[in-house]
């Protein structure tokens, strides 16, 4: 009996073995595995899928799945795009620069001055010679009769609207 018992005895001492054999090679195989693997990615559920954050490059993907497994695309990242726009300006001033360097003057200068005075400018008020009175320019007869023809369609439309009142309280009333 005694040879029984030492039979199960060693054969639980090598279940026991193999168990710990088996639960540190698991150990082991995890610990072999390079670091570089373990929690490079980040998951959290969304209504459709999984958002997945990969921590080593920081790119953002959307995993869902479809008839054939699971697929995940890349979310566009704004912060690329707008790196990619100010290095693209950035060249482009840098070319500008170097053609207004490299180009020639002011293009459409003229030699001779140009005129101080305005035509369209109204004549400021002189001052007469000897008294010390400022004359004041005084308006054109076109000038005059602009503002008379203003101030006759003014009043003709004041005269109709105030005729179309009365008609309209007359026929109230």
């Known amino acids: 009996m005694r040879p029984a018992t030492s039979s199960k005895a060693t054969w639980l001492a090598a279940a026991a073995l193999a168990a710990a054999m088996a639960t540190s090679g698991g150990l082991v195989a995890a610990q072999s595995a390079p ?3 373990n929690g490079r990615y980040s998951m ?3 209504p459709d899928g999984v958002l997945r954050l990969d921590t080593r490059t920081g790119t ?3 995993c ?15 912060r690329t795009a707008l790196d990619a726009e100010i290095g693209r300006l950035q060249a482009e001033v840098e ?9 020639p003057t002011v293009s459409g200068k003229i030699d001779e001055p140009m005129a101080k005075s305005d035509p369209l400018k109204k004549a400021e008020p002189k001052v007469a010679e000897g008294e010390r009175r400022i004359e004041i320019p005084l308006p054109s007869d076109q ?3 602009r503002v008379m023809s203003f101030l006759e369609k003014a009043w003709r439309r004041l005269i109709d609207m105030a005729n179309r009142v009365q008609k309209d309280v007359s026929g109230k009333i």
């Open 35 to 37: 670091d570089t693997e």
């Open 44 to 46: 959290t559920p969304i």
């Open 60 to 62: 953002v993907s959307t």
């Open 64 to 78: 869902t799945r479809n008839g054939a497994g699971w697929a995940c695309y890349a979310v566009p990242d704004e």
């Open 95 to 103: 070319k500008l620069k170097g053609q207004l360097a490299a180009g």
């Open 143 to 145: 000038d005059v009769d």
